[in-house]
T-cell receptor, first 114, second 118 residues
Framework: DGGITQSPKYLFRKEGQNVTLSCEQN?????MYWYRQDPGQGLRLIYY???????QKGDIAEGYSVSREKKESFPLTVTSAQKNPTAFYLC?????????????FGPGTRLTVL | AQKITQTQPGMFVQEKEAVTLDCTYD???????LFWYKQPSSGEMIFLIY??????QNATEGRYSLNFQKARKSANLVISASQLGDSAMYFC???????????????FGKGTLLTVNP
């Protein structure tokens, strides 16, 4: 089955630690995205990547880092510089970045800072 | 100004009835796409329906239809014959093509929580 997987589903982090969230897709999509969702809010874009070895900052990139070494994978690292990392993180992918290109989402990772 | 406005924080509907979820948007781009997503309590965002700014007809996907009124800048989602499994958060989103290169992202509204009563 084609789709997007994210792991882990739940993640707990101590203050001062970096953690990495995994996102893998087998849809052969070129573009991938990371969004953050806070309670009662819509999604906000953290980073996106249009092709392998290229990525761009979104609206709230501070305290986060990404890599895109393979087409299928787009991991997100939440660094200790992120002041309020507790949130729900969603990864998405699309064929391209045109206005008609639908973004499909993974099941999400819920990160809690202890 | 918010680009996507969903004015209904919560909505209730009886099973088997139709319900309309409101969405208004703000853009000066002539080319854009409008999307509706469903987010059940599990958290996954599920794509429901898409409407392009140049589409002449309203989009439909099964029990979902999009009431697109371009002049009013509204893109309301209509769910017919509601089912208990339709209970979820619903998000309206927009993707603009020409706005200063920002054609990569979806801009989301804050969502509407739909509850279907038996």
């Amino acid at each position: 089955d084609g789709g997007i997987t994210q792991s882990p589903k739940y993640l707990f982090r101590k203050e001062g630690q970096n953690v990495t969230l995994s996102c893998e897709q087998n849809l052969n999509h070129d573009a991938m995205y990371w969004y953050r969702q806070d309670p009662g809010q819509g999604l906000r874009l953290i980073y996106y990547s249009q092709i392998v070895n290229d990525f761009q900052k979104g609206d709230i990139a501070e305290g986060y880092s990404v890599s895109r070494e393979k087409k299928e994978s787009f991991p997100l690292t939440v660094t200790s510089a992120q002041k309020n990392p507790t949130a729900f993180y969603l990864c998405a992918s699309s064929i391209g970045t045109g206005s008609v290109d639908t973004q499909y989402f993974g099941p999400g990772t819920r990160l809690t800072v202890l | 100004a918010q680009k996507i406005t969903q004015t209904q924080p919560g909505m209730f509907v009886q099973e088997k009835e139709a319900v309309t979820l409101d969405c208004t948007y703000d853009t000066s781009d002539p080319s854009y796409g409008l999307f509706w997503y469903k987010q059940p309590s599990s958290g996954e965002m599920i794509f429901l329906i898409y409407q392009g700014s140049y589409d002449q007809q309203n989009a439909t996907e099964g029990r979902y239809s999009l009431n697109f009124q371009k002049a009013r800048k509204s893109a309301n989602l209509v769910i017919s014959a509601s089912q208990l499994g339709d209970s979820a958060m619903y998000f309206c989103a927009m993707r603009e093509l020409h706005s200063g290169g920002s054609n990569y992202k979806l801009t989301f509204g804050k969502g509407t929580l739909l509850t279907v009563n038996p």
